[in-house]
């Protein structure tokens, strides 16, 4: 089990970036495959990133390529999701999650889960 702590939310305006951290507890972090998820006011819970154990392999969400970077660094055992372009549909709750597998996007593979921190958009 590992213990994740998500920082780094907060409200901005249309265009600006945002940089949110996921803190785990344990010495095994860098044994889980590790992503991050958004859940917007009345909808599912949907993948954002994905990053490998080692940080070498990662996958993104079609909503948010190309504006959205997710890292690692297991010497901090600490996950990254750096957004940039941020427009008002990115709006919601995200939740870093840590997975028993060394990568995966499928949310019901993800074992552990943060609380989440509040992401607002406005235009």
């Known amino acids: 089990q590992v213990q994740l702590v998500e920082s780094g939310g907060g409200s901005v305006q249309a265009g600006d970036s945002l940089r949110l951290s996921c803190a785990a507890s344990?010495?095994?972090?860098?044994?889980?495959?590790m992503g991050w998820f958004r859940q917007a006011p009345g909808k599912e819970r949907e993948f954002v990133a994905a990053i490998s154990q080692s940080g070498g392999r990662t996958s993104y969400a079609n909503s948010v390529k190309g504006r959205f970077t997710i890292s690692r660094d297991n010497a901090k055992n600490t996950v990254y999701l750096e957004m940039n372009s941020l427009k008002p549909e990115d709006t919601a709750v995200y939740y870093c999650?840590?997975?028993?597998?060394?990568?995966?996007?499928?949310?019901?593979?993800?074992?552990?889960w943060g609380q989440g921190t509040q992401v607002t958009v406005s235009s």
């Open positions: 999650a840590a997975a028993a597998s060394w990568f995966t996007t499928r949310a019901a593979e993800y074992i552990n």
């Open positions: 344990g010495r095994t972090f860098s044994s889980y495959g």
